[in-house]
């Protein structure tokens, strides 16, 4: 390592964790003059990046980084473990085993929303201690939050990350209002320390970066105040453009770690850069321990060039947005919602959505934090009302839930009667009396879950890839089935991932494949098929290839699809729609319309394969129709009779 | 010592001018090649679905019979027509089709034009199996047990009854007129006879045209091996040694090895047998003697005689460098053998492998109606390619799905494989799937390598089943670069 033996000495390392443990760690931050810093990758991928990030760049980097220092690399949580397998097509687990293999001596961080995981809705409780120990392998520092600040929703995950000897550190949802006083924070943090002991980093997660730099400092020092060993970690986001005002008020006023990312790829909504936090608490005083700054900026220098690849993927509004003090939203969230604004065409009344509606709808609904899940919830609330022109109309079941206290109980206040009314109608009253209370989620059997996922793959499954399927089923399946089609393609670096329009011809690419071995591909000619697909020449390792892509047909397309199983071609001919399970030749129809038949009669024989096949009725009936001829080609799916049943 | 006889009286000469080949695909091609060796005239006949077949761009005239599919190409009459339009004098029936048709060959010769092949009256006696069976039986022939053509209706259910007392189960129904493996179905025990005796009469109705089938003892997991005879009007018979036909599946032929591996005493034994089958028989041009064997024993028995061209003559061709065709054409034309019996030579090890447009991973079924998008194909020593595959050829729903035979010759067994093997992956097919990768799934099959293989190899060897649907991982990252490109846009990343 070219690290510097003083700044190694200083860093906290996974090595440290595993050999002296988590008590270990905690002192050392306690005791050093300084204070650390979180790389927030993850968030500010998120945040600025739609979450598109690919591991290409992560590697790319990984050695500056690794060389940096850091406390922490916040890598995976939040909404990428999703993102992973929907649009990077990496399994998030394989991700950070490759991660840490390119990056041995730097604790990996993550987001993990309690009881919600790495998802939008509550998990049963055996998933949760099953995906937890499953991502602790690679995960050194927990950070665990739940939206109503409800300590209950995080207590598995607490004991699961606790069993695994690693680093916890439970959340304080930070925002800002009348409630939202620094009694009730502190109050807040005993709460938390009465289910996880002292052993723990307590972090003030300012995810919308709501509040003056005066009022993070005075939290942070309420909170030392009375409890003044507990180690504190500063999260937030630069939305305002102020979050290192925010961040050199924690830290002077005794935060032992803060998160940054680096500045080739600050955004509006993520956070701050390394540099300038590193740079601006220098003057002040206070040293980043374990940094090399040099290698801080060597990441930056290597990554700058890579952001012109994700261009697509940034805010499509530039500049910093101070009106997020009113609204609110997280920083996680705000890419999105102008997304769906655009895409929904809606953008013209943003600023009536987030600077009139969505503040209203907060305080009606409580005042509680918006983040994940809560932050949906608000946003889509307030986007039906400003778009249905009447308020809470139709209101979707995340708000009902919670609105009957399914997800824990408001921290504040509840919605007035008005609100129930409008949500739950006229008879609101008995409707909330009779379901409200908190929704114990029921553990589902994970030998089942297992089964079926090896059902939909027809292959056996790993325990990593049953705990990616509890995550998000149907885009775990995609993924996996994307995989077995393509390989591992995370390799791939970003200008041909993203390229849109076609590469150039001559265009040439060299990376290495997962294994390891080096691979050139040259872009060749292409030409377009008889049948409307495409078929492209590459050069692979000098060999020049022809690859047939077959492309979606329009609609009323020649290209017929097969689009009957065989369990629906079974259930057909029970209700007397006869179909061929097979594609063959009609050789001999033994009835005519008219006839009647009985269950086990032969209906049609099908020649395929040289063979001949009967076709049985599975029903007694009269045969209303017969749809081919001796000779027909027919395909599987296609129609061969129809029998009316007769009872 | 066998002696050529020449220049008998009473064999009639008549030199051929033009030919016309009464079928369709690889062996058209096949044939129209060696006719054009010959300086003759090549006529192909074609039906209406193979209008853009490969065929008739190598023939020098190509006739349309009609709009098919199949039954043109079935119809005797039809072919005469072409025959006369054409202004052909001899007709090659191929394989399939009309080959083995003792009408089709009585009409030729009624029409005043050659039939190159055997005379009606053989068709008529060894096609029909029964009858087959008397003449070997006549001439001292081992033969599997077996019965007359089974009576119509349920005396015939009683006759197999009857026969599956005697010999034991499992037995065999099969199309007095089939061959092919057409028509030919096991019967495990008496209560199936009643499923499968109906399915056999129909499917050899409608294969042959004849409902008659008859009952023969099944002998478990043989061998099949077959010998190549060429017999010509003045009495002379030679062998051109065996073919290992045993890799089958549902009694099609996959792959077939010349000389079969056997102990020496066994084959001249077996060459003999064949050699006097033909003679008792007055067999003339070409045709194929077919043994079981017993895997253990090396005993042998008679099985059938086909009197046509094989789809596998090309690894006898290859070993032999004998022209099987063009000795077909000499001997219709009353033409004496050039080649003496000991002058063939067995030169090394031979393979030949089909590869049709088959998923051989769903039960090897056909990719009819998919265009072959991309093809290219090997070379280099010891590889023969016959084939009906283009760049752009679509594969038919009418007719059978082979792309092209390769057939392989090594120096020995070993390096036939390795030729094999090089050779099958030196193909380029983008389109459909084809059986290329379960071939190269048997090359690395150690039981092949030790050349131990039976008609029961398939069933008995699934893994070779389990070939990796891809071989190298860049061949993954290359197909999604290609979607990206083709897309415009990466249709998994937004």
């Given at each position: 390592?070219?690290?510097?033996?003083?700044?190694?000495?200083?860093?906290?390392?996974?090595?440290?964790?595993?050999?002296?443990?988590?008590?270990?760690?905690?002192?050392?931050?306690?005791?050093?003059?300084?204070?650390?810093?979180?790389?927030?990758?993850?968030?500010?991928?998120?945040?600025?990046?739609?979450?598109?990030?690919?591991?290409?760049?992560?590697?790319?980097?990984?050695?500056?980084?690794?060389?940096?220092?850091?406390?922490?690399?916040?890598?995976?949580g939040g909404?990428?473990?999703?993102?992973?397998?929907?649009?990077?097509?990496?399994?998030?687990?394989?991700?950070?085993?490759?991660?840490?293999?390119?990056?041995?001596?730097?604790?990996?961080?993550?987001l993990c929303r309690g009881i919600n995981l790495f998802g939008y809705r509550p998990y049963?409780e055996?998933?949760i201690?099953?995906?937890?120990?499953?991502?602790?392998?690679?995960?050194?520092?927990w950070r665990v939050f739940d939206f109503l600040n409800y300590v209950p929703n995080m207590i598995p995950v607490f004991?699961?990350v606790?069993?695994?000897?690693?680093?916890l550190e439970p959340c304080l949802c930070f925002s800002?209002?009348?409630?939202?006083?620094?009694?009730?924070y502190?109050?807040k943090v005993?709460e938390l320390?009465?289910v996880t002991?002292?052993?723990?980093?307590l972090c003030?997660k300012?995810h919308?970066?709501?509040?003056?730099?005066?009022?993070?400092?005075?939290?942070?020092?309420?909170?030392?105040?009375?409890?003044?060993?507990?180690?504190?970690?500063?999260?937030?986001?630069?939305?305002?453009?102020?979050?290192?005002?925010?961040?050199?008020?924690?830290?002077?006023?005794?935060?032992?770690?803060?998160?940054?990312?680096?500045?080739?790829?600050?955004?509006?909504?993520?956070?701050?850069?390394?540099?300038?936090?590193?740079?601006?608490?220098?003057?002040?005083?206070?040293?980043?321990?374990?940094?090399?700054?040099?290698?801080?900026?060597?990441?930056?220098?290597?990554?700058?060039?890579?952001?012109?690849?994700?261009?697509?993927?940034?805010?499509?509004?530039?500049?910093?947005?101070?009106?997020?003090?009113?609204?609110?939203?997280p920083?996680?969230?705000?890419?999105?919602?102008?997304?769906?604004?655009?895409?929904?065409?809606?953008?013209?009344?943003?600023?009536?959505?987030?600077?009139?509606?969505?503040?209203?709808?907060?305080?009606?609904?409580g005042?509680w934090w918006s983040v994940t899940p809560g932050s949906?919830i608000?946003?889509?609330?307030?986007?039906?009302?400003?778009?249905?022109?009447?308020?809470?109309?139709?209101?979707?079941?995340?708000?009902?839930n919670l609105?009957?206290g399914r997800y824990g109980d408001l921290p504040?206040?509840?919605?007035?009667?008005?609100?129930?009314?409008?949500?739950?109608?006229?008879?609101?009253?008995?409707?909330?009396?009779?379901?409200?209370?908190y929704q114990?989620i029921?553990?589902?059997?994970?030998?089942?879950?297992?089964?079926?996922?090896?059902?939909?793959?027809?292959?056996?499954?790993?325990?990593?890839?049953?705990?990616?399927?509890?995550?998000?089923?149907?885009?775990?399946?995609?993924?996996?089935?994307?995989?077995?089609?393509?390989?591992?393609?995370?390799?791939?670096?970003?200008?041909?991932?993203?390229?849109?329009?076609?590469?150039?011809?001559?265009?040439?690419?060299?990376?290495?494949?997962?294994?390891?071995?080096?691979?050139?591909?040259?872009?060749?000619?292409?030409?377009?098929?008889?049948?409307?697909?495409?078929?492209?020449?590459?050069?692979?390792?000098?060999?020049?290839?022809?690859?047939?892509?077959?492309?979606?047909?329009?609609?009323?397309?020649?290209?017929?699809?097969?689009?009957?199983?065989?369990?629906?071609?079974?259930?057909?001919?029970?209700?007397?729609?006869?179909?061929?399970?097979?594609?063959?030749?009609?050789?001999?129809?033994?009835?005519?319309?008219?006839?009647?038949?009985?269950?086990?009669?032969?209906?049609?024989?099908?020649?395929?394969?040289?063979?001949?096949?009967?076709?049985?009725?599975?029903?007694?009936?009269?045969?209303?129709?017969?749809?081919?001829?001796?000779?027909?080609?027919?395909?599987?799916?296609?129609?061969?009779?129809?029998?009316?049943?007769?009872? | 010592?066998?002696?050529?006889?020449?220049?008998?009286?009473?064999?009639?000469?008549?030199?051929?001018?033009?030919?016309?080949?009464?079928?369709?695909?690889?062996?058209?091609?096949?044939?129209?090649?060696?006719?054009?060796?010959?300086?003759?005239?090549?006529?192909?006949?074609?039906?209406?679905?193979?209008?853009?077949?490969?065929?008739?761009?190598?023939?020098?005239?190509?006739?349309?019979?009609?709009?098919?599919?199949?039954?043109?190409?079935?119809?005797?009459?039809?072919?005469?027509?072409?025959?006369?339009?054409?202004?052909?004098?001899?007709?090659?029936?191929?394989?399939?089709?009309?080959?083995?048709?003792?009408?089709?060959?009585?009409?030729?010769?009624?029409?005043?034009?050659?039939?190159?092949?055997?005379?009606?009256?053989?068709?008529?006696?060894?096609?029909?199996?029964?009858?087959?069976?008397?003449?070997?039986?006549?001439?001292?022939?081992?033969?599997?047990?077996?019965?007359?053509?089974?009576?119509?209706?349920?005396?015939?259910?009683?006759?197999?009854?009857?026969?599956?007392?005697?010999?034991?189960?499992?037995?065999?129904?099969?199309?007095?007129?089939?061959?092919?493996?057409?028509?030919?179905?096991?019967?495990?025990?008496?209560?199936?006879?009643?499923?499968?005796?109906?399915?056999?009469?129909?499917?050899?109705?409608?294969?042959?045209?004849?409902?008659?089938?008859?009952?023969?003892?099944?002998?478990?997991?043989?061998?099949?091996?077959?010998?190549?005879?060429?017999?010509?009007?003045?009495?002379?018979?030679?062998?051109?040694?065996?073919?290992?036909?045993?890799?089958?599946?549902?009694?099609?032929?996959?792959?077939?090895?010349?000389?079969?591996?056997?102990?020496?005493?066994?084959?001249?034994?077996?060459?003999?047998?064949?050699?006097?089958?033909?003679?008792?028989?007055?067999?003339?041009?070409?045709?194929?003697?077919?043994?079981?064997?017993?895997?253990?024993?090396?005993?042998?028995?008679?099985?059938?005689?086909?009197?046509?061209?094989?789809?596998?003559?090309?690894?006898?061709?290859?070993?032999?460098?004998?022209?099987?065709?063009?000795?077909?054409?000499?001997?219709?034309?009353?033409?004496?053998?050039?080649?003496?019996?000991?002058?063939?030579?067995?030169?090394?090890?031979?393979?030949?492998?089909?590869?049709?447009?088959?998923?051989?991973?769903?039960?090897?079924?056909?990719?009819?109606?998919?265009?072959?998008?991309?093809?290219?194909?090997?070379?280099?020593?010891?590889?023969?390619?016959?084939?009906?595959?283009?760049?752009?050829?679509?594969?038919?729903?009418?007719?059978?799905?082979?792309?092209?035979?390769?057939?392989?010759?090594?120096?020995?067994?070993?390096?036939?494989?390795?030729?094999?093997?090089?050779?099958?992956?030196?193909?380029?097919?983008?389109?459909?799937?084809?059986?290329?990768?379960?071939?190269?799934?048997?090359?690395?099959?150690?039981?092949?390598?030790?050349?131990?293989?039976?008609?029961?190899?398939?069933?008995?060897?699934?893994?070779?089943?389990?070939?990796?649907?891809?071989?190298?991982?860049?061949?993954?990252?290359?197909?999604?670069?290609?979607?990206?490109?083709?897309?415009?846009?990466?249709?998994?990343?937004?």
């Amino acid at each position: 390592m070219k690290v510097a033996k003083a700044k190694l000495e200083e860093r906290i390392t996974p090595r440290d964790l595993r050999e002296k443990g988590v008590d270990y760690i905690l002192d050392k931050i306690r005791r050093s003059d300084g204070y650390y810093i979180t790389n927030t990758e993850r968030d500010l991928s998120q945040s600025d990046f739609k979450n598109r990030i690919m591991p290409h760049t992560q590697i790319l980097v990984s050695e500056e980084r690794n060389d940096a220092g850091y406390f922490s690399l916040e890598i995976t949580g939040g909404a990428s473990v999703h993102v992973d397998m929907l649009r990077k097509q990496i399994n998030p687990l394989e991700k950070l085993e490759v991660l840490s293999a390119h990056m041995p001596d730097t604790m990996f961080q993550n987001l993990c929303r309690g009881i919600n995981l790495f998802g939008y809705r509550p998990y049963p409780e055996n998933v949760i201690r099953l995906t937890v120990r499953t991502f602790a392998r690679y995960v050194h520092v927990w950070r665990v939050f739940d939206f109503l600040n409800y300590v209950p929703n995080m207590i598995p995950v607490f004991e699961e990350v606790k069993a695994a000897g690693c680093i916890l550190e439970p959340c304080l949802c930070f925002s800002t209002g009348p409630e939202h006083t620094d009694k009730f924070y502190v109050k807040k943090v005993g709460e938390l320390l009465d289910v996880t002991g002292e052993d723990i980093v307590l972090c003030i997660k300012n995810h919308g970066g709501v509040g003056t730099s005066k009022r993070i400092g005075g939290l942070v020092r309420a909170i030392l105040d009375k409890y003044p060993d507990l180690v504190v970690h500063y999260h937030g986001h630069n939305t305002d453009g102020n979050d290192i005002g925010r961040i050199i008020e924690a830290v002077r006023n005794g935060a032992k770690i803060v998160d940054a990312g680096d500045h080739a790829f600050t955004g509006f909504y993520g956070p701050p850069p390394i540099l300038t936090v590193i740079d601006t608490l220098e003057e002040y005083g206070h040293r980043a321990v374990g940094i090399d700054r040099q290698k801080v900026i060597d990441t930056s220098t290597k990554l700058r060039p890579q952001r012109e690849c994700y261009k697509d993927f940034e805010s499509q509004f530039f500049g910093f947005d101070p009106t997020v003090q009113t609204h609110k939203l997280p920083g996680g969230a705000t890419g999105s919602s102008f997304e769906q604004a655009g895409k929904g065409g809606f953008l013209p009344l943003m600023p009536e959505i987030l600077q009139k509606e969505l503040p209203k709808v907060q305080k009606e609904l409580g005042n509680w934090w918006s983040v994940t899940p809560g932050s949906q919830i608000l946003w889509t609330t307030a986007v039906n009302n400003v778009l249905k022109k009447e308020r809470y109309k139709d209101a979707n079941d995340d708000l009902k839930n919670l609105m009957l206290g399914r997800y824990g109980d408001l921290p504040f206040y509840w919605p007035s009667d008005e609100i129930y009314a409008s949500v739950f109608g006229p008879d609101w009253k008995e409707t909330v009396e009779k379901e409200k209370g908190y929704q114990k989620i029921v553990d589902v059997d994970i030998e089942i879950e297992k089964r079926v996922l090896e059902q939909r793959l027809g292959r056996s499954v790993t325990e990593d890839e049953l705990v990616l399927y509890l995550q998000h089923p149907n885009d775990a399946v995609n993924f996996f089935k994307f995989e077995e089609k393509y390989g591992k393609t995370w390799v791939l670096p970003p200008e041909i991932w993203f390229k849109k329009g076609g590469f150039n011809l001559g265009e040439k690419f060299k990376f290495s494949d997962a294994f390891g071995k080096q691979h050139i591909i040259e872009i060749g000619s292409k030409r377009k098929t008889k049948s409307g697909d495409v078929v492209t020449y590459l050069v692979i390792d000098h060999h020049p290839e022809p690859i047939l892509t077959e492309m979606e047909q329009e609609a009323g397309g020649v290209r017929k699809k097969i689009t009957l199983t065989a369990k629906e071609i079974d259930a057909l001919a029970k209700s007397g729609d006869i179909r061929s399970t097979l594609k063959g030749t009609v050789n001999e129809i033994p009835v005519s319309e008219g006839g009647d038949v009985s269950a086990g009669q032969v209906l049609i024989v099908l020649e395929a394969m040289k063979m001949l096949n009967n076709v049985i009725s599975e029903i007694n009936g009269k045969v209303s129709e017969v749809l081919v001829s001796p000779g027909d080609e027919v395909d599987t799916g296609d129609s061969l009779v129809i029998i009316e049943k007769s009872d | 010592m066998f002696k050529i006889k020449k220049g008998k009286a009473m064999v009639k000469k008549r030199k051929i001018q033009k030919v016309l080949i009464a079928n369709r695909g690889e062996v058209a091609l096949r044939i129209i090649r060696t006719v054009k060796e010959l300086g003759l005239f090549a006529i192909a006949v074609y039906e209406k679905p193979d209008s853009e077949a490969l065929f008739i761009r190598f023939a020098d005239d190509a006739i349309l019979v009609g709009d098919g599919p199949r039954k043109d190409y079935l119809d005797p009459d039809r072919m005469i027509w072409a025959a006369h339009i054409s202004g052909a004098d001899a007709i090659h029936p191929g394989y399939g089709f009309l080959a083995e048709n003792a009408e089709f060959s009585a009409a030729c010769e009624k029409a005043g034009i050659v039939f190159i092949g055997p005379s009606s009256d053989v068709i008529q006696d060894l096609g029909n199996k029964v009858k087959a069976r008397e003449i070997m039986k006549r001439a001292g022939i081992p033969f599997i047990p077996g019965t007359d053509n089974l009576s119509s209706g349920d005396k015939g259910i009683d006759e197999t009854v009857e026969f599956g007392k005697n010999y034991g189960y499992p037995i065999m129904l099969k199309a007095s007129s089939g061959g092919g493996g057409k028509g030919i179905r096991k019967v495990e025990n008496e209560s199936d006879i009643l499923v499968q005796l109906p399915l056999a009469r129909a499917e050899a109705l409608s294969a042959f045209n004849d409902e008659k089938v008859y009952v023969e003892k099944c002998i478990e997991a043989p061998r099949h091996v077959e010998v190549q005879i060429l017999a010509d009007h003045h009495g002379n018979v030679i062998h051109l040694g065996t073919r290992d036909c045993s890799i089958q599946r549902r009694h099609q032929k996959l792959l077939e090895i010349a000389p079969a591996d056997l102990p020496a005493d066994v084959l001249e034994t077996m060459h003999e047998t064949a050699v006097s089958a033909a003679r008792e028989t007055n067999y003339t041009n070409a045709g194929t003697v077919e043994f079981l064997v017993n895997s253990k024993t090396n005993d042998f028995w008679f099985m059938e005689m086909n009197t046509r061209l094989q789809v596998e003559h090309t690894v006898t061709e290859i070993l032999t460098g004998v022209d099987i065709v063009r000795e077909q054409i000499r001997i219709a034309e009353g033409e004496a053998l050039e080649i003496p019996g000991e002058r063939v030579q067995l030169m090394g090890k031979a393979i030949q492998v089909r590869i049709n447009a088959e998923d051989p991973k769903n039960n090897f079924w056909p990719e009819g109606g998919k265009r072959v998008e991309v093809y290219q194909s090997p070379g280099g020593h010891g590889i023969r390619l016959d084939g009906m595959v283009y760049q752009g050829y679509k594969i038919p729903t009418e007719y059978d799905s082979l792309l092209v035979k390769m057939t392989v010759r090594g120096y020995n067994w070993e390096q036939t494989i390795q030729r094999l093997r090089r050779a099958l992956n030196d193909f380029l097919i983008v389109g459909p799937e084809t059986t290329i990768p379960f071939y190269l799934a048997i090359c690395d099959e150690p039981d092949f390598h030790k050349g131990k293989f039976d008609t029961s190899y398939l069933d008995t060897h699934p893994e070779i089943f389990n070939y990796p649907e891809k071989e190298r991982e860049v061949a993954g990252l290359s197909k999604l670069i290609a979607e990206i490109h083709a897309k415009k846009t990466n249709p998994y990343a937004y």
